[in-house]
């Protein structure tokens, strides 16, 4: 998933790579890489423009073909170019009033012709609306099984002429190209010994990811002399990942809990200190303060919850739950060594920065983050990730909240190319 970073609003940012085409451009293509080179399809999507979820079937992200090109398609031509991914899904939104799925800029001029993409295009589910046209346009696959119907509605198509037998047979050739290019995959001989590779990968990825946001009084590495606390329902039960399409299962979790026994540092003790469902619990506030009271260092995680980003809505606000910010407010008035451990997937006012001296911002960083987060707390390795969106100070400050999301049908990209830093850095917004 590699859409543009368009808004801090939009519900799928956790899951899209940057607010920058040449940075999704160069993950993506890497992804790619890896998921292929065990004989499996990597599938890009959504093909193009989808940036927002409300009544994301029915939009009409409207742009200039500079806009679209500069901002919307490099990504997918850097990824499609260097990643050469078997398959790519299209959007459900329309792109200049044609639905992305049929619309022949979009597929067969930009997508097939100047990119050169020779692989499969499927749907989204339910994206499909008008078959035949899919087809002309270069729609090989729709998407969920729609029956005969679909086969009907060729025939018919081929009768009446909106269609011909050469572009049903192009896209009968992508079929069976993909089918064929997957039929040898690579298949583990040791299955325990794949989750246990695979779990050291995810360690890995997340160690490398992990950005080092503030340090003040080099609080961290931390001193394994001093008594730390660890609060936070986060660490118990880590939000690794978003919800949605998006989510996995996962072979293994790490958890807090479980890693503290093997670490060297003097952990006192654990304390939930909130719920998870941003309701008041004075029972666990309580017990975070008395444990905070009694640590010469405070490990709080916290972040947004899983009702804060998903698929199928909008974020309305970039704050973090309220019963999270009020809890780390009371604790930094007893303890005024507080290392932040966040776990978002995209951006989030930064107000509660002041109470902490060291801020670890692990993004939704995977199934082994937890084992990533203790590693660079530890010093064991340095945190070197990068962020890959601008955090901003205020919502106010990004350039088109007035028509973001649109409540009309229509969706005017007004700002054309000046998404991201490219706003901010242009505009001398401070970030």
């Not at 118990?236 to 807090?256: C, H, K, W």
Request: proline share 3%.
């Amino acid at each position: 998933a590699m859409n543009t970073h368009r808004n801090a609003f939009a519900g799928r940012n956790f899951e899209y790579y940057s607010e920058d085409p040449y940075l999704s451009g160069k993950l993506a293509a890497a992804m790619i890489k890896g998921i292929q080179s065990n004989g499996i399809a990597a599938c890009v999507k959504h093909f193009a423009v989808n940036s927002q979820e409300l009544r994301r079937m029915a939009m009409d992200s409207v742009l200039d073909e500079r806009t679209l090109r500069e901002i919307y398609i490099t990504a997918f031509e850097i990824a499609i170019k260097e990643g050469k991914p078997k398959s790519l899904m299209t959007s459900y939104n329309m792109v200049n009033g044609v639905y992305a799925n049929e619309n022949e800029h979009l597929l067969m001029d930009i997508l097939r012709k100047d990119i050169g993409f020779d692989g499969m295009v499927v749907t989204d589910w339910g994206a499909s609306n008008d078959h035949a046209l899919g087809v002309k346009n270069g729609s090989s696959l729709e998407m969920p099984a729609p029956g005969l119907d679909s086969a009907r509605e060729l025939l018919e198509a081929l009768k009446n002429g909106k269609i011909s037998e050469s572009d049903i047979d192009a896209r009968v050739d992508e079929l069976i190209d993909i089918t064929l290019s997957t039929k040898n995959k690579k298949k583990p001989q040791d299955k325990a010994k794949m989750f246990e590779d695979n779990n050291a990968l995810a360690r890995e990825a997340a160690r490398e990811s992990i950005v080092l946001l503030k340090n003040e009084e080099n609080i961290l590495p931390l001193d394994k002399s001093k008594k730390v606390a660890i609060i936070g329902d986060f660490a118990f039960s880590p939000r690794y990942q978003g919800a949605g399409s998006s989510m996995v299962n996962a072979t293994i979790v790490e958890d807090a809990q479980r890693l503290i026994k093997k670490l060297d540092l003097n952990i006192i003790g654990m304390a939930h200190g909130y719920s998870r469902a941003d309701k008041e619990d004075e029972l666990l506030v309580n017990e975070a303060i008395e444990l905070a009271k009694q640590a010469d260092i405070v490990l709080y995680f916290f972040g947004l919850n899983e009702a804060s980003e998903s698929e199928g809505l909008d974020r309305t606000h970039l704050r973090i739950p309220n019963n999270q910010v009020e809890l780390l407010e009371k604790i930094s008035k007893v303890n005024e060594n507080i290392v932040g451990i966040i776990s978002a997937g995209s951006c989030i006012e930064m107000l509660l920065e002041k109470n902490l001296k060291g801020i670890l911002h692990g993004y939704l960083f995977g199934q082994a983050g937890m084992g990533a987060v203790f590693e660079l707390l530890n010093g064991e390795y340095s945190p070197s990730g990068k962020l890959s969106e601008s955090i901003v100070k205020k919502y106010e400050d990004v350039p088109n909240i007035k028509y973001y999301p649109s409540k009309e049908r229509i969706s005017e990209y007004r700002e054309s190319i000046f998404v991201g830093y490219r706003y901010f850095t242009t505009a001398d917004v401070p970030v």
